[in-house]
């Protein structure tokens, strides 16, 4: 019987949990969301993460600006978030407009308030086998999923399909972390089946519906990272989950899987930091 | 017929090159070198790594510390060599003593001189996708031994066996951003042969002899960057050379392969970063 990994209960779940925790601090955690232009998809990412963060009791904020808004103008921006005392975690909503320089916006943000784990110093921790200050929240939220499930890690061969910064390469290093055997696959992949049917548990994380029956080994679990709209205007992820479901063990829906995963690591991140900053005084 | 990679000749001519070069400058490039206690194969290590910097005119200092020297004399040290402008490169022999803390240590050297590019700045940075101000010595010799013998990476199945921060996880990086597909195996990897058979190029970083007959697959690229002394006191790598080499299409030596490679890497570091200290001015 194949069991469906159900993220939207764990968010749930943790988001509860996380309620109380958040109820016993003596002042608000801070949440400032840096969004730049108006990709419809952007705009609703960050108001779900703020609306999350509000139930919370998380204090969020949305910083807008305009697509043509100069480089300087936001690291500006990130400075004063840095040095302001009830900002403890800082995101900026990608992807940026092609005039910014994503990486030098991103290592703008003081590492102690970096809440996605993106800047060189905290992704070269995780490379590296250390703690970050936190990790990624795609990434956590699968590991999380995979925890809930009692899917363990430990000498099982990992297929990633998917090299983003974002998704790919640092859920490689934390399967790795986890003493699991990682393959990364990519769009230059040939034989992409021959590789995807060796996967105890594969991860497909691309965007575009490529995981279909016969790429898949009997039993394994297949862990969907991708979203995106198809012809019909269904949201649909990277898997066919029909058509693979009779063979595996576990899988996670899209929509109601890894998305719910990832908004509440970075709740979750966001809760860490704003610890970590008390033990820093 | 199988072809011996000959990373021995490709020092030579590279050092030869690099030669003239240090020779055109006004001024000699300057790498300091650290090593604390008196482990015999890192001293045989760090002064190979002088020799070669003064073959090549590059000034070259081994600042040696007894093996209970504490933590702060050595991030002192290394502090005084990040404001001296006659020193362009920073190496931390390793490994270091138990009662230090390695990444304290590597990560208070100025990313601009981390000659061996193991701070978290450039690591992220290489994790990234984003150019480090260098690549890591043993993967950079791996890859240039590779493009003499014009062995193309895009779309070839790399496995690598071992995951340090040293070799395996670096090299890694580096095929992933040359559209490899990579797949990191480790002591925990269950069917470790079936794994490596798969492989186009085949990359072992272990220090056992693991790699035997029947784990390669015909044709393939072996490269070995094992080195050790095995029981009759003979130099060897992780690959059963004799055993494989009817098989394959290519393979390198230990010793004559990737050794030379990362010690002509660590002087091509050592110019590159003088080089860029000076477009800093």
């Known amino acids: 019987m194949t069991v469906t990994l159900d993220g939207k209960a764990l968010k749930e779940k943790l988001l509860q949990q996380l309620k109380v925790k958040v109820d016993g601090f003596d002042k608000k955690p801070g949440l400032s969301v840096i969004l730049v232009g108006d990709n419809p998809a952007s705009i609703l990412y960050v108001n779900n993460k703020k609306k999350t963060a509000e139930k919370l009791g998380i204090h969020s904020e949305i910083i807008h600006y305009d697509i043509d ?80 499930y009692n899917i363990t890690l430990e000498g099982k061969h990992v297929v990633i399909v998917g090299r983003s910064n974002i998704a790919g390469k640092p859920l490689a290093m934390m399967m790795l972390n986890n003493n699991a055997t990682v393959t990364l696959c990519h769009s230059y992949t040939k034989n992409l089946e021959q590789i995807t049917k060796t996967a105890d548990i594969l991860i497909s994380a691309t965007g575009h519906d490529i995981i279909k029956k016969g790429m898949v080994k009997k039993g394994s679990v297949v862990i969907d990272v991708g979203i995106f709209k ?34 509440i690591s970075l709740m979750l991140n966001t809760v860490e930091l704003y610890e970590k900053s008390l033990n820093n005084k």
Chains 1, 2 share one sequence.
């Open 69 to 148: 808004t100069p480089q300087e103008v936001i690291i500006n921006k990130i400075n004063e978030l840095n040095n302001n005392d009830n900002v403890n975690a800082i995101l900026v909503q990608l992807p940026l407009p092609p005039h910014i320089d994503k990486f030098k916006i991103i290592d703008a943000i003081n590492p102690q308030k970096d809440v996605d784990g993106f800047t060189f110093y905290n992704s070269g921790k995780l490379f590296s086998g250390e703690e970050p200050f936190v990790y990624p929240c795609t990434p956590k939220g699968i590991l999380l999923l995979l925890k809930e």
């Open 230 to 263: 198809d012809e019909n205007g269904k949201t649909r992820g990277d898997v066919d989950f029909s058509d693979v479901y009779p063979d595996i063990s576990y899988i996670s829906p899209v929509p109601g899987g890894v998305g719910p995963m990832t908004i």
